[in-house]
């Protein structure tokens, strides 16, 4: 009988904070990649022989996140009315499945406006979510151990 293969993402959760409460997002079927992309603007002179620029702000980007749609699941039920309420910015806890051996896993703390929050039924499916969240100021990572 062939072992079973323990998946690298397995254990990894996101979360929103909610009244000071680290709540995790149950359903999600994956945390989209996000980290720093630098934007650039041209610096050239008209009498320069090659183009030359110069390093913006870093852009963290934003996630959409997707999974089985749960209406009594407190922190989908709070992405959906974020997403209905203007200038709220909520705090994300990314923690990463911990690696073999390891003591503690890896985790991603942001801010983000919540864009979107999208319910779906389809034949045969299970009811979804899809929430899109821009997010806004660096990312704080912390490595694991």
């Known amino acids: 009988m062939a072992g079973f293969l323990f998946s690298p993402s397995a254990g990894t959760t996101l ?68 997403a209905a309420s203007a200038q709220t910015v909520d705090v994300f806890t990314a923690t990463f499945a911990k690696k073999s051996g390891g003591t503690n896993a890896a985790v991603a703390v942001f801010n983000g406006l919540v864009l979107s929050f999208r319910v779906s039924a389809t034949k045969n499916n299970a009811q979804k979510f899809q929430s899109k969240i821009k997010l806004t100021g660096a990312v704080s990572f912390t490595a694991a151990t």
């Not at 610096?43 to 030359?52: E, G, L, M, R």
């Not at 620029?53 to 922190?75: H, K």
Request: with cysteine.
């Open 15 to 82: 979360a929103v904070t909610i009244a000071n409460s680290v709540t995790t997002i149950s359903g999600c079927e994956a945390i989209p990649e996000f980290g720093a992309e630098k934007g650039t603007y041209d610096t050239t002179a008209i009498n320069d022989a090659a183009k030359s620029f110069g390093a913006d702000l870093p852009d963290y980007g934003e996630i959409t996140l997707s999974g089985i749609w749960d209406s009594t699941d407190t922190a989908q039920a709070h992405l959906m009315t974020s």
